[in-house]
């Protein structure tokens, strides 16, 4: 069995994920597309030393931001986990914002065809030239069964729709049907709770988490990300945390206008993950208190992970 708990980026998933470990005994694996990137830490909030000390993770710093890492590659990474966690008798806890590889994980990849750089890079130079939004009518005429599932401000899944399209001539709506059902008969048994937070609540969250990385250091590090450009794969360059800051080091606009652009494009984040984690069985677990509502949902999530009801 998995236990897996859901929530968007701030909403305190990671602490209660290490919470919940040290009373299960547990040890986790992280399911989150930059965290597998070394030296890319504050901005991916990246749990420090003393907290990998006490519970083992795994799934953190696996790859060089040179490497492209795919969900494949993450399903590797992960069964490799979970069977050397269970070689030593320990339950696994599932922890991460990254819905593409928690689908994966539990329910299977979706087999399309390989990518084609020369293919990927026409289309990429389309949506910075015209805008996302531009791909995103294109798609909307051509397969608006995947329009509708993708924000048109969604670079990233809009090139692979089309690249998918071009290369087998057929929409990837009607290809990825494998997931219309994903959790009928999934790879492993799982538990699964999600942190639900009202909007207003969560917004003031992002914003604070945005402020503890201003004085961690996320500027030195968006900047080492920025001074490296040339040689890292387009995955870390486009995560949310250090792409917001290149017009500043570029000398296009003032380190305000940077920071409130980070603010913006976390609470678009969130959104998205919201949407998406709202698609899986997981029981809702609303948090609301006066200390760390996170933390206090730990009763609440071990109870479904016990296979028990929850009010919500």
């Known amino acids: 069995m998995l236990f897996v708990v859901l929530g968007p980026t701030a909403s305190g998933k990671e602490r209660l994920a290490l919470a919940l470990a040290g009373r299960l005994g547990a040890e986790i694996i992280s399911v989150d597309s930059m965290k597998v990137y070394r ?3 504050i901005g991916t909030a990246k749990p420090g030393a003393e907290e990998r000390s006490r519970i083992p993770h795994h799934g953190l710093d696996v790859a ?6 795919t969900a494949a590659r993450f399903m590797q990474v992960a069964e490799e986990a979970i069977a050397d966690v269970r070689s030593r008798g320990r339950p696994v806890v599932l922890s991460g914002g990254t819905a593409l590889y928690h689908m994966a994980l539990l329910a299977g990849l979706f087999e399309g065809p390989g990518r084609d750089d020369g293919l990927r890079r026409r289309l990429e130079d389309e949506a910075a030239r015209e805008g996302p939004a531009a791909l995103w009518r294109r798609l909307e005429r051509e397969d608006p069964g995947a329009a509708a599932r993708i924000h048109p401000n ?3 899944r809009l090139v692979r729709a ?3 399209l071009e290369l087998t001539g057929r929409p990837i709506s009607g290809l990825q049907r494998q997931w219309d059902a994903p959790w009928q008969a999934p790879r492993h048994p799982f538990r699964m709770a999600r942190l639900r937070w009202q909007r207003q609540a969560l917004l003031g969250r992002i914003a604070a988490r945005v402020d503890r990385m201003r004085g961690a250091g996320l500027l030195e590090e968006a900047k080492g990300v920025w001074e490296r450009r040339a040689r890292l794969s387009e995955t870390p360059l486009q995560a949310v945390a250090y792409k917001e800051f290149f017009p500043f080091f570029e000398g296009r606009e003032e380190e305000d206008a940077a920071w409130e652009r980070l603010r913006r494009h976390t609470a678009r984040l969130a959104k998205a993950q919201e949407t998406w984690f709202k698609r899986f069985p997981a029981q809702p677990v609303d948090c609301v208190g006066p200390g760390d509502p996170a933390l206090e949902a730990e009763d609440a999530v071990l ?10």
């Open 39 to 41: 030296g890319l830490d």
């Open 303 to 312: 109870r479904i992970w016990e296979g028990k009801e929850v009010e919500s």
């Open 64 to 69: 060089d931001p040179a490497e492209r890492f």
């Open 162 to 164: 089309l690249e998918v």
């Open 154 to 156: 969604d670079a990233r």
